[in-house]
Nanobody, 122 residues
Framework: QVQLVESGGGLVQAGGSLRLSCAAS????????MGWFRQAPGKEREFVGA????????YLADSVKGRSTISRDNAKNTVYLQMNSLKPEDTAVYYC???????????????WGQGTQVTVSS
């Protein structure tokens, strides 16, 4: 059974930082593109960032570009999202996902975690 488990969320003041982690039980983790999405109350799930299977290519949404970094450690089956200079509008549930295709599109992702809450206070 495939499991993606996010951690690292929490309550932080505006301007602060968080590092989200996602540990995957995927046997072939190193072949998957890994992505981060988020969903705020009353809004659709949106793309945040993605990283290619080998970590060479990364993609970040304009809303977080310049403030966030995505990375992965294939030896640990883990992907990370470092977010800095957090804003109240970053408040959302953050989801980790795995895709067999290199994509930023929600529907391309095959496996999803349960999500971790990030709350940024003003």
């Amino acid at each position: 059974q495939v499991q993606l488990v996010e951690s690292g969320g929490g309550l932080v003041q505006a301007g602060g930082s968080l590092r989200l982690s996602c540990a995957a039980s995927l046997r072939t983790f190193s072949t998957y593109t890994m992505g981060w999405f988020r969903q705020a109350p009353g809004k659709e799930r949106e793309f945040v960032g993605a990283i290619s299977w080998n970590g060479i290519r990364t993609y970040l949404a304009d809303s977080v570009k310049g403030r966030s970094t995505i990375s992965r450690d294939n030896a640990k089956n883990t992907v990370y999202l470092q977010m800095n200079s957090l804003k109240p509008e970053d408040t959302a549930v953050y989801y980790c996902a795995a895709s067999g295709a290199e994509s930023t599109i929600y529907h391309a992702y095959d496996y999803w975690g349960q999500g971790t809450q990030v709350t940024v206070s003003s």
